[in-house]
T-cell receptor
Framework: SQQGEEDPQALSIQEGENATMNCSYKTSINNLQWYRQNSGRGLVHLILIRSNEREKHSGRLRVTLDTSKKSSSLLITASRAADTASYFCATVANTGNQFYFGTGTSLTVIP | DTGVSQDPRHKITKRGQNVTFRCDPISEHNRLYWYRQTLGQGPEFLTYFQNEAQLEKSRLLSDRFSAERPKGSFSTLEIQRTEQGDSAMYLC??????????????????FGAGTRLSVL
């Protein structure tokens, strides 16, 4: 079974607004990563946050991690129509061998 | 383009036929993963290789499925006696291995565009 669960399953916003999606997971991790997938394509890595980090930024992306609650959030600021995609969190165990992907959030940004 | 290529992009087959997919990872990556993704779901881990060694297999990988990476470069995933439930996107990803200190320095996966399998 998959490790993570994203919330919400689907999100629709206007261009320029911020988008927040959440990920909850079950077991201890070494790091957590967020990936993006355009329809019918492979996944593309966005950002990685280690278990000893609480917040990380990359361009318009901001990721937080709360290991006590086993949850993470991804914030996309000033969204663009090109941000329309599915977003997945992936947890990586301490062995680093397996990636467990969540069920994904489908984001639609309306121009 | 991430540098990971998969072939074919689409495969339509009849139930009971065998199919084989190929993945060419980024050349300097020694880890290669196979995932299955169904509509509306995230990728589900199937198996992974470090160089030519297949180190882990998911319970999802029934004995109709077999994967190889003979020379530690490209990999093939074969499904024998396909069933309609095998219809899915099959994704391949590659990454660097752990650092020599045992720490995960940059364990990021680079995905191919996938092979979409339809079993009629």
């Amino acid at each position: 079974s998959q490790q993570g669960e994203e919330d919400p399953q689907a999100l629709s916003i206007q261009e320029g607004e911020n988008a927040t999606m959440n990920c909850s997971y079950k077991t201890s991790i070494n790091n957590l990563q967020w990936y993006r997938q355009n329809s019918g394509r492979g996944l593309v890595h966005l950002i990685l946050i280690r278990s000893n980090e609480r917040e990380k930024h990359s361009g318009r992306l901001r990721v937080t991690l709360d290991t006590s609650k086993k949850s993470s959030s991804l914030l996309i600021t000033a969204s663009r129509a090109a941000d329309t995609a599915s977003y997945f969190c992936a947890t990586v165990a301490n062995t680093g061998n397996q990636f467990y992907f969540g069920t994904g959030t489908s984001l639609t940004v309306i121009p | 383009d991430t540098g990971v290529s998969q072939d074919p992009r689409h495969k339509i087959t009849k139930r009971g036929q065998n199919v084989t997919f190929r993945c060419d990872p980024i050349s300097e990556h020694n880890r290669l993963y196979w995932y299955r993704q169904t509509l509306g779901q995230g990728p589900e881990f199937l198996t992974y290789f470090q160089n030519e060694a297949q180190l882990e297999k998911s319970r999802l990988l029934s004995d109709r499925f077999s994967a190889e990476r003979p020379k530690g470069s490209f990999s093939t995933l074969e499904i024998q006696r396909t069933e309609q439930g095998d219809s899915a996107m099959y994704l391949c990803a590659s990454s660097h291995r752990l650092g020599t200190s045992g720490k995960i320095a940059k364990n990021i996966q680079y995905f191919g565009a996938g092979t979409r399998l339809s079993v009629l």
